[in-house]
């Protein structure tokens, strides 16, 4: 069974950082392509970051270019989102799935593997 669990959210003050993983089980995330999205309280679900499956190539949404970077771990099987600078605005449930980042960069929000996985909580607040 294909399945990405995300993990590594939690509370911070403003100004700090977590590190957000995006783990694998019944598929290899080396060459897939995988995006980072969240939901804020009340919005909807939108693509903050992406890696590409085949160049490696990255994307950043606007709101967090600059102070999240998302890489993989090919060792543990996983994508992980490094996010630095947290702001009150970057709270919200984060979950990780797969999308073309030429979807995720117009505001699409889907996921290939037809469900999300659970999300991880990340709260910014002083």
């Known amino acids: 069974q294909v399945q990405l669990v995300e993990s590594g959210g939690g509370s911070v003050q403003p100004g700090g950082s977590l590190t957000l993983s995006c783990a694998a089980s019944?598929?290899?995330?080396?060459?897939?392509?995988i995006g980072w999205f969240r939901q804020r309280p009340g919005g909807e679900r939108e693509g903050v970051a992406c890696?590409?499956?085949?160049?490696?190539?990255?994307y950043y949404a606007a709101s967090v270019k600059g102070r999240f970077t998302i890489s993989r771990d090919n060792s543990k099987n996983a994508v992980t989102l490094q996010m630095n600078g947290l702001k009150t605005d970057d709270t919200g449930m984060y979950y990780c799935?797969?999308?073309?980042?030429?979807?995720?960069?117009?505001?699409?929000?889907?996921?290939?593997?037809?469900?999300w996985g659970p999300g991880t909580q990340v709260t910014v607040s002083s």
């Open positions: 799935a797969p999308e073309p980042c030429d979807q995720l960069r117009v505001g699409i929000v889907e996921t290939a593997f037809g469900s």
């Open positions: 019944g598929v290899n995330l080396a060459t897939l392509t």
């Open positions: 890696i590409d499956g085949r160049t490696a190539s990255t």
